[in-house]
């Protein structure tokens, strides 16, 4: 099958600009900013009430339509967003759900003139001299770049990642732009502000351009996981600022397993998605930090094939101990063992006034992954705690206006809770506690 690549920002460093009052979303599934649950909130009544079938489809097609013609920077939030539409009532997630897929598998291609003359400026007029073949049709074509099949000189099929020249401009002018759409987002759902999501790209637009940067990422975790019978990372062939050149793997598109996969291929497949999640700080010293369905396959051999390392975070001593030691004390009832940790990690004021056993309360719902042998991630699971924590009149929604996110912790949760949504999507079942205990520092018992 042909593979999908998707170009998104580079971060070396699991930080950013961080509002002071942005709030904690949960515990285990992500300490998420307001924005990344906003597709949770108002999940019934107003949205429900004030958006027919017919202008939901609508709206999908806007939608698709103003994001797939800017292509840079606003497909990037589109993509994004596609996580996160399994927190939305299934009747009214139909229509999105179609429009924000082909987000994350087209946009209107490079022609191959122009194609040619940037791998020209990047290996030079006898650039064909490396290839065997290539193909001047894409088999991609995303955000900031698209990709063509090809055989390198010695024999190897290879991706070619070439980026879109004056991508970077492309990037600025379309960020700008999309202000101009924000009732398009408010339809989609009342609550979203996609503000936060926008201020975030702009702020990594130089780190997303570098491909030679992206390449010595993809390096690393494929140095980490090279023979490992659950994860597959295609291997770098060759690398410019603007040209990638990696190993061509067949595989299933993880957007096609969410929409027909065998209930065995699904869990499998978010089976291998916690694995990555959770032991790429310990074996590479990195996390992947773009869960969106274009960037995942299912190889045929079970293996979860992980493509676009542009958005990277690095955690050389591995993912904080204090997200495992919280999540088992929890998860044994230790309220004010948990207050007290929350409130040293900066979760909680120091003068905050709250009640340990309600904070508990509040988290518990969230660790239903965890508290049994076995759990199954859906949607309907997903839209009931976006439900309780955008609730006005619900316990939950006061304590998560007290709480804060800490910066240190924003990539951490915020890609926690998108490969949440990919596993709600997959309907994906499987015992997720044994991964956390392998991977996770302070989660298993001592």
């Given at each position: 099958?042909?593979?999908?690549?998707?170009d998104?920002?580079?971060?070396?460093?699991?930080?950013?600009?961080?509002?002071?009052?942005t709030?904690?979303?949960?515990?285990?599934?992500g300490?998420?900013?307001?924005?990344?649950?906003?597709?949770?909130?108002?999940?019934?009544?107003?949205?429900?009430?004030?958006?027919?079938?017919?202008?939901?489809?609508?709206?999908a097609?806007?939608?698709?339509?103003?994001?797939?013609?800017?292509?840079g920077?606003?497909?990037?939030?589109?993509q994004?967003?596609?996580?996160?539409?399994?927190?939305?009532?299934?009747?009214?997630?139909?229509?999105?759900?179609?429009?924000?897929?082909?987000?994350?598998?087209?946009?209107?291609?490079?022609?191959?003139?122009?194609?040619?003359?940037?791998?020209?400026?990047?290996f030079?007029?006898?650039?064909?001299?490396?290839?065997?073949?290539?193909?001047?049709?894409?088999?991609?074509?995303?955000?900031?770049?698209?990709?063509?099949?090809?055989?390198?000189?010695?024999?190897?099929?290879?991706?070619?990642?070439?980026?879109?020249?004056?991508?970077?401009?492309?990037?600025?002018?379309?960020?700008?732009?999309?202000?101009?759409?924000?009732?398009?987002?408010?339809?989609?759902?009342p609550?979203?502000?996609?503000?936060?999501?926008?201020?975030?790209?702009?702020?990594?637009?130089?780190?997303?351009?570098?491909?030679?940067h992206?390449?010595?990422?993809?390096?690393?975790f494929?140095?980490?996981?090279?023979?490992d019978?659950?994860?597959?990372?295609?291997?770098?062939?060759?690398a410019q600022?603007?040209?990638?050149?990696?190993?061509?793997?067949?595989?299933?598109?993880?957007?096609?397993?969410?929409?027909?996969?065998?209930?065995?291929?699904?869990?499998?497949?978010?089976?291998?998605?916690?694995?990555?999640?959770?032991?790429?700080?310990?074996?590479?010293?990195?996390?992947?930090?773009?869960?969106?369905?274009?960037?995942?396959?299912?190889?045929?051999?079970?293996?979860?094939?992980?493509?676009?390392?542009?958005a990277?975070?690095?955690?050389?001593?591995?993912?904080?101990?204090?997200?495992?030691?919280?999540?088992r004390?929890?998860?044994?009832?230790?309220?004010?063992?948990?207050?007290?940790?929350?409130?040293?990690?900066?979760?909680?004021a120091?003068?905050?006034?709250?009640?340990?056993?309600?904070?508990?309360?509040?988290?518990?719902?969230?660790l239903?992954?965890?508290?049994?042998?076995?759990?199954?991630?859906?949607?309907?699971w997903?839209r009931?705690?976006?439900?309780?924590?955008a609730?006005?009149?619900?316990?939950?929604?006061?304590?998560?206006?007290?709480?804060?996110?800490?910066?240190?912790?924003?990539?951490?949760?915020?890609?926690?809770?998108?490969?949440?949504?990919?596993?709600?999507?997959?309907?994906?079942h499987?015992?997720?506690?044994?991964?956390?205990?392998?991977w996770?520092?302070?989660?298993?018992?001592?």
């Amino acid at each position: 099958m042909q593979q999908a690549w998707h170009d998104r920002r580079v971060s070396d460093i699991p930080r950013g600009p961080v509002s002071r009052t942005t709030k904690l979303a949960s515990l285990p599934l992500g300490f998420a900013g307001r924005a990344a649950l906003g597709l949770g909130r108002r999940v019934s009544g107003l949205a429900e009430e004030v958006i027919s079938e017919k202008a939901q489809q609508r709206t999908a097609e806007q939608l698709f339509s103003v994001l797939g013609q800017l292509k840079g920077g606003a497909m990037k939030l589109g993509q994004a967003l596609s996580v996160f539409e399994a927190a939305l009532p299934e009747h009214m997630a139909g229509p999105y759900r179609a429009a924000l897929t082909k987000l994350q598998e087209a946009a209107p291609p490079l022609p191959a003139s122009s194609v040619h003359g940037v791998l020209a400026a990047q290996f030079g007029d006898e650039w064909r001299s490396r290839f065997h073949e290539f193909d001047d049709s894409p088999t991609a074509a995303a955000s900031i770049g698209q990709v063509h099949r090809a055989r390198w000189h010695d024999g190897r099929d290879v991706a070619v990642k070439v980026q879109y020249p004056g991508a970077g401009d492309a990037l600025v002018s379309d960020l700008k732009q999309l202000g101009r759409f924000a009732s398009l987002f408010r339809v989609l759902q009342p609550g979203l502000d996609i503000k936060p999501l926008v201020a975030e790209l702009r702020e990594r637009i130089v780190e997303e351009l570098d491909y030679e940067h992206e390449a010595r990422a993809q390096r690393a975790f494929a140095d980490a996981y090279r023979n490992d019978p659950d994860i597959l990372i295609p291997e770098v062939v060759a690398a410019q600022p603007t040209v990638l050149v990696t190993e061509w793997s067949d595989a299933t598109p993880l957007s096609k397993i969410i929409e027909s996969g065998d209930q065995d291929v699904r869990d499998r497949a978010g089976r291998n998605l916690s694995i990555l999640h959770f032991s790429g700080p310990q074996r590479a010293g990195l996390l992947h930090a773009d869960p969106h369905p274009g960037n995942f396959r299912m190889h045929e051999d079970g293996r979860l094939v992980v493509l676009d390392f542009g958005a990277i975070a690095r955690f050389p001593d591995g993912l904080p101990t204090p997200i495992g030691t919280l999540l088992r004390l929890a998860l044994h009832g230790d309220a004010h063992a948990v207050f007290d940790g929350l409130q040293a990690e900066g979760f909680i004021a120091a003068d905050a006034d709250m009640d340990p056993e309600a904070v508990l309360e509040y988290l518990l719902p969230l660790l239903e992954p965890l508290s049994g042998d076995e759990f199954q991630f859906t949607r309907s699971w997903i839209r009931q705690q976006a439900t309780r924590l955008a609730d006005r009149s619900s316990p939950a929604y006061a304590l998560n206006k007290q709480m804060n996110l800490p910066p240190s912790y924003l990539l951490i949760h915020r890609v926690t809770l998108g490969s949440i949504g990919l596993m709600c999507q997959l309907n994906a079942h499987a015992a997720w506690r044994p991964v956390l205990e392998e991977w996770l520092p302070g989660f298993a018992e001592a």
